[in-house]
């Protein structure tokens, strides 16, 4: 009950958390906008509140949100902001403009003339996006996300509803609030009138605050320079009185995380230790993650060396190791193996030692360690503070900011706790040659092998053994087409002879997943044209790639998202292709 109580006070105090306060003239303006009629702020607040649930339990409860990048919902939350604003400055601007028509998709036009007339439509689509912006302002929510909705679905999301109603009861009484003051003045809102016109120009500039991530700079300027609600928060969650001299925060007590984190489980049985210390003869040295409490905060990494989600994150480990490690900051990578050659020691040397990861890599053979973690993700982050529990989590790629936000508190609470002086640069790390996804990339990974190779268009799916392969004339989308004789493997498809592959994707890039017995050459064409300046990193000028190792390589580097043709043609036997994977 007392939790219960936390939660719903939380939500009200998250109106004037710096994340949320440049938002509230989005609000206020939204619902001055009805025009006497308190029907649109019932229902822009309340879409926001449902929203804030649903993409709550899409985040933690499912993996549809894992590999959509963060600035998707920036962008989307913005765009739709910033169209609101241009209807409500230009209320006639659908009619005026010849040809809107063909150059809107219907529901767009149904969303422009739904909120100019108030309709249901445009004002639920408001609060929606407003939702993912408004999810992640509260300690108490973090909370909620990381730990009690794991352990206990119903009761996690009983807090959860709490915590949407503290906010949308806070965020009604300023809406009326405004209501009011705009009443007494006695300022008429007519749609062509100056302050309705007003309202327009906030959130354009609102939206495009968020869209260019500009509101997320502003929302950092204002916690570095004192703006911090959240100590509040922290205080009713148990933190002690005090102001610390090293961070100028407060922390939660250990006593009180007993009952509000998940204690780490330590890692389990490793299969080898790597860029840990050694002995004289030189025989790595095992470590743990219990040997670090009451001293260091600890990353954990769990991923594994041919995956490109995880690749893609190796800058920034690498970033936080450089910066932070002398601050107190551990990271430790947990090497699960997708695939049977990533469980060989050398290989996973070979590839840390490229990656130039210096920080201690544990292999995860077994999935022993993965499974005492309950993941289920690759790459996937678990933050431990100096107490032993995991404060932070996180699935996939993006999300940087915010982690490396929770390692600096984290290392803040371990400076006071340890009465040491905590001088941290505070800038967000920037790591150079770092490759993004922007959410529109329309094809999955695809698997070569029997166990997972549901995407086959030619033959017979699941099913192991030597097969011949012909490619129709006709083919589909994100269907793979094999050409030649192939044995099938659980894991991957080798070639008996000269063989070929053909692949129709939505991306910029394409990765492949692939080894072979002792050297396979491969020639990689795009929409049946040699590469020129779409070549991936391994593949030359001629247009040819040499397999060899078991690893990933990259094979196009396109300059801007689209549908394409790849077709790999193999030049004889023992190419083991593994994945197509997409960025």
Partial sequence: MVFFLLSFLAGVLSVLAACVLPLLPVIIG?????????????????????????????????????????????????????????????????????????????????LASGYQRGGLWGDATMGVAL???????????????????????LLGLVYLIAYAAGLSLALLAIAIAGEKLVQKLGVALDPNGW??????????????????????????????????TTFIELKFLGSEKKEPASSGTSFV??????????????????????????????????????????????????????????????????????????????IIGVHTPEFAFEQ??????????????????????????????????????????IDGYIVYDHAGEGNYEETEAAIRRALAERAERLHLDSDMDKTTSEPKDVVTVD?????PEIYFGAERNEYLGNGTQHKTGRQTFTIPEKTYKNALYLGGTWDIAAENAKTVSNAKIQFTYDAKNVYFVAAADSSVRIRVLRDNKPLSNE?????????????????????????????????????????????????
């Fill in 30 to 110: 939204g619902s001055l906008t009805a025009g006497g009629s308190r029907r649109r702020m019932y229902v822009i607040i309340g879409s926001l509140a449902a929203s804030i649930v649903v993409f709550t339990l899409l985040l933690k409860a499912s993996t549809a949100l894992i590999t959509i990048p963060e600035a998707t919902w920036r962008y989307i939350s913005g765009g739709i902001i910033l169209v609101l604003g241009i209807l409500l400055l230009f209320p006639k601007l659908w009619v005026l403009i010849p040809g809107i028509n063909a150059l809107n998709r219907s529901s767009n036009k149904l």
């Fill in 131 to 153: 939702g993912p912006v408004f999810a992640s302002c509260s300690p108490t929510y973090f909370i909620i996300l990381a730990t009690v909705l794991p352990a206990q679905p």
């Fill in 195 to 228: 302050l309705y016109r007003g309202i327009g120009v906030v959130l354009i500039v609102v939206g495009i605050l968020i869209f260019t991530g500009t509101m997320k700079k502003i929302e950092t300027w204002l916690v570095e320079r004192g703006y911090d």
């Fill in 253 to 330: 007590s250990p006593e009180m995380k007993t009952s509000i984190y998940q204690k780490s489980p330590e890692l389990v049985s490793p299969d080898g230790y790597i860029n840990t210390p050694s002995t004289s003869s030189g025989r790595a040295l095992p470590i743990t993650i219990g040997e670090f409490k009451g001293k260091k905060v600890v990353l954990i990494d769990i991923w594994t060396y041919s995956c490109i989600n995880c690749q893609r994150t190796l800058p920034y480990l690498n970033a936080w190791y450089e910066k932070y490690r002398d601050q107190g900051l551990e």
């Fill in 344 to 385: 060989v020691y050398a290989n996973v040397e070979k590839a840390a030692k490229g990656f130039g990861l210096k920080y201690p890599i544990v292999l995860d053979n077994e999935y022993r360690t993965w499974n005492a973690f309950g993941n289920q993700f690759w790459p996937r982050k678990y933050l431990i503070d």
């Fill in 439 to 443: 959410g529109r990339v329309g094809s």
């Fill in 535 to 583: 070549r991936g990193e391994d593949v030359d000028a001629s247009g040819y790639a040499t397999i060899k190792a078991d690893r990933l390589y990259h094979l196009i580097k396109g300059a801007e998202y689209g549908v394409h043709t790849i077709e790999v043609e193999i030049e004889g036997a023992g190419l083991e292709a593994y994945t197509f994977t997409f960025g």
